[in-house]
């Protein structure tokens, strides 16, 4: 029997990629390319979205980190059955390629705008497993699903838990302040200090802060070498710290309009505490990312 090894085949070149893992991949950037020019009119408009709307400026790297997961994850593919489709595979595939048009059809025909946005992501998964099989679509699939950070949230989503928010932030702040001995008292959304009335706009309500930051744990949590767990922890906790890093933006504006000039306050300390609210999430993750490391050590193998 002529056993032929991956160095010496013919069918492998340098990088560990087959001829026939090269035409499956190659299809699927084909196919993918053409759903996003199908898709023009809609990526104009997430486009729009990003460029007018501060709480999805974000989506502009949203793009960007999926391609950086795709590289992170080249791996995967060396050895993989990639282009060498099942029956299971094929079916699988057109299932999600007519899911996702008929989410498009719906979204464009239905209030719903965003939806239209959101069936690219099948389109896409279905492309993958369809030209490429399973092994590419767990290859693919976390940097096709990481997309869904780009898309706006439903106007009715997004209301419900801006409100919500707000009002948590209002309730938080409060209880903050009185802690650190400052008088106040809140009504709805309005914090009432000794002398003068902070309002906690819908702008404050940190649902920019919560979807961008999320975004951004999750891209982390993909790249991180630690167990599933600790990035499944690290993930749940990104609402948490999003929450705590907004309520200090409100703690410190307001301690500025109680101890010194309101519209210094106003010019200074508002939109400083905003701009220091991502690199104090980052500060948290990080050093729960050190906790985690430091309580929970993994055990490395004995050697016999």
Known sequence: ??????????????????????????????????????????????????????DYSHGF?????????????????????????SLGATITGIVLIVLALMMKL?????????LEAFSLIPMLLGIVVLCAGFKALYWAAPAILFLVFMIPLPRMVSSMMSGQLQNLATICATYALQT????????GNIITLSDQVVGVAEACSGIRMLYSFFALSVGLCLVIDRPIWERIVLCLSAGVIAVLAN????VVTALAYEYGDPEFAEKLFHD??????????????????????????????RTA
Not at 64 to 83: E, K, M
Not at 106 to 114: A, E, L, M, V
Not at 272 to 299: D, H, K, N, Y
Request: proline letters at 5%; charged letters at 10%; hydrophobic letters at 50%.
């Open 247 to 250: 309520l200090f933006r409100i």
């Open 61 to 85: 790297f949203v793009p960007l980190i999926s391609a950086y997961l795709l590289y992170h994850r080249r791996d995967l593919l060396n050895g993989a059955d990639v282009g060498r489709n």
């Open 106 to 114: 719906f979204g464009i025909y239905s209030p719903i705008i965003t």
């Open 272 to 301: 400083f505490a905003g701009w220091m609210m991502m690199p104090l999430a980052m500060i948290l993750l990080w050093l729960e990312l050190q906790f985690l490391s430091r309580v929970f050590i993994e055990e490395s193998p």
């Open 1 to 54: 029997m002529n056993l032929r090894t991956s160095s010496g085949s013919s069918d492998f070149n340098e990088g560990g990629l087959s001829s026939t893992q090269r035409s499956a991949l190659t299809w699927t950037a084909v196919f993918s390319l053409l759903a996003v020019l199908i898709n023009y009119s809609t990526i104009v408009w997430l486009v729009g979205i990003w460029n007018s709307n501060p």
């Open 180 to 187: 650190l001995g400052v008088p106040a008292i809140s009504n």
